[in-house]
């Protein structure tokens, strides 16, 4: 059973920068969509970050310009580059991938941004 690791979440400052990664333990094939996800506190999962087959992106309002997704296609891996993070970005960020026949999630990984 293929599952998703995620890995690069921990405490980081305003302004600061962080990496997230999310590898797929096995082969996937036929991937359409990569995204990123966050649930912070009280608060409903929201859309992140998403890169399609097609290498289109798209971006929730309040991180463009400071959040990068991008995609490893040999390594079944999504990666999340946070820049100039905000405390307001704190929050559990789970990845998840979608192809045929399936569809998976990370087991989340926390990020706290905070002086």
């Known amino acids: 059973q293929v599952q998703l690791v995620e890995s690069g979440g921990g405490l980081v400052q305003p302004g600061g920068s962080l990496r997230l990664s999310c590898a797929a333990s096995?082969?996937?094939?036929?991937?359409?969509?990569m995204g990123w996800y966050r649930q912070a506190p009280g608060k409903q999962r929201e859309l992140v970050a998403a890169?399609?087959?097609?290498?289109?992106?798209n971006y929730a309002d309040s991180v463009k310009g400071r959040f990068t997704i991008s995609r490893d296609n040999a390594k079944n891996t999504v990666y999340l580059q946070m820049n100039s993070p905000k405390p307001e970005d704190t929050a559990v960020y789970y990845c998840?991938?979608?192809?045929?026949?399936?569809?998976?999630w990370g087991q989340g990984t926390l990020v706290t941004v905070s002086s």
């Open positions: 998840n991938i979608k192809a045929y026949a399936f569809d998976a």
């Open positions: 096995g082969s996937i094939f036929s991937i359409y969509f």
């Open positions: 890169i399609t087959s097609g290498s289109s992106t």
